[in-house]
């Protein structure tokens, strides 16, 4: 089985950062593809950036150029560091990872979501 958690939420004014963290743990062999979605209230959840083990990376149309996906060295931890941040950007924001797990074999696994909130 393995663990994801995301950290880095909060509250902040329009044109502001924040960083976004996520890290896996458990018993995994290695992880594959990860990726950051979001959901805001009444629609449904979006892909906003996707990373290979790789290294490449694939945004949103509506995040490219402001919000930037990273994983050094491709260990089990992934960023999403987010600029010129938008009203329109606040939402639950989750991530996902593709696992090689000990036991249950690939599988992809889901963190609980941290909320990101900009205020006009």
């Known amino acids: 089985q393995a663990q994801v958690r995301e950290s880095g939420g909060g509250l902040v004014q329009a044109g502001g950062s924040l960083r976004l963290s996520c890290a896996v743990s458990?018993?995994?062999?290695?992880?594959?593809?990860m990726a950051w979605y979001r959901q805001a209230p009444g629609k449904q959840r979006e892909l906003v950036a996707t990373i290979t083990s790789g290294g490449m990376t694939n945004y949103a149309d509506s995040v490219k150029g402001r919000f930037t996906i990273s994983r050094p060295n491709a260990k089990n931890t992934v960023y999403l560091q987010m600029n010129s941040l938008k009203p329109e950007d606040t939402a639950v924001y989750y991530c996902?990872?593709?696992?090689?797990?000990?036991?249950?074999?690939?599988?992809?696994?889901w963190g609980q979501g941290t909320q990101v909130t900009v205020s006009s």
């Open positions: 458990g018993s995994i062999y290695s992880i594959n593809d």
């Open positions: 996902n990872a593709e696992v090689e797990a000990v036991v249950v074999g690939r599988k992809v696994y």
